[in-house]
Each structure stands twice: as structure tokens, then as C-alpha cells.
């Protein structure tokens, strides 16, 4: 069974930093894309940065040149959000998602089925102003 587990949320100052991890486990025979949305009370859940498989990386336009998104060189399956310069609006629940596709228990050389997105149960970030 995917999960998808995110850490590092908290509550911080205007001004300061902190760095959000995800871990997916599972039977995963690919993740194609991984990324981070929050949503704040009140308001729908919103992208906050993505990156693929490739290295490609979408950043939204509010934390563009604060955020930044990044994967883990050792274990592919960990992904991780480093936040700058946090502000009072920055303050939501942050979830993790992954767009991937399942092992194939009985052949490990194809995915079973087309892949699927999946979400972590959220991180909550609080910025104090």
C-alpha cells in the first residue's frame, strides 16, 4: 500500500525558515511527479511547487524565489520543500503528492495499471506575524 508521509511543519516567526520532507513508500514502480499544495482555512487547496521526474520544477507565483522544491540524490522516493522568508499568508496545511504508478507484484519489469495520484495527510505550517 503508497504512503505518502509528510514531516517538518511547525509553528515560526515571520521571516524564518523551514524545510518540509516527504517519504513515499510502497509498492511504487515510478513516480513521475512529485509536489507540494496547501491549503489554508477557508480557501481551496492550491499548487505550491512541483518537480518531475525530468527536473522540471513549477513553483506558484506567490513563493517564487522563497520556496524552493528539491529531490533526495540518495532515494528518489523523498521529496522535500525548503521555505525562506515565511509570511503570515504562507500559514496552511501543506500536502504532499505524487503522481506514480504501482509494482506489478508478478512482473517488476511493468507498472500495474497507469499511474495515479496519491496524497499525503498534510503538515501544518503556521507563521506567527
Known amino acids: 500500500q503508497v504512503q505518502l508521509v509528510e514531516s517538518g511543519g511547525g509553528l515560526v516567526q515571520a521571516g524564518g525558515s523551514l524545510r518540509l520532507s516527504c517519504v513515499v513508500s510502497?509498492?511504487?514502480?515510478?513516480?513521475?511527479?512529485m509536489g507540494w499544495y496547501r491549503q489554508a482555512p477557508g480557501k481551496q487547496r492550491e499548487l505550491v511547487a512541483s518537480?518531475?521526474?525530468?527536473?522540471?520544477?513549477?513553483y506558484a507565483d506567490s513563493v517564487k524565489g522563497r520556496f524552493t522544491i528539491s529531490r533526495n540524490n540518495a532515494n528518489k522516493n523523498t521529496v522535500f520543500l525548503e521555505m525562506i522568508s515565511l509570511k503570515p499568508e504562507d500559514t496552511a496545511v501543506y500536502y504532499c503528492?505524487?503522481?506514480?504508478?504501482?509494482?506489478?507484484?508478478?512482473?517488476?519489469?511493468?507498472?500495474?495499471?497507469?499511474?495515479?495520484?496519491?496524497w499525503g495527510k498534510g503538515t501544518l505550517v503556521t507563521v506567527s506575524s
Open positions: 510502497g509498492g511504487i514502480f515510478s513516480i513521475n511527479t
Open positions: 518537480l518531475t521526474s525530468g527536473g522540471s520544477k513549477n
Open positions: 503528492n505524487a503522481d506514480l504508478a504501482l509494482l506489478d507484484a508478478d512482473d517488476s519489469r511493468v507498472p500495474l495499471g497507469p499511474p495515479m495520484e496519491y
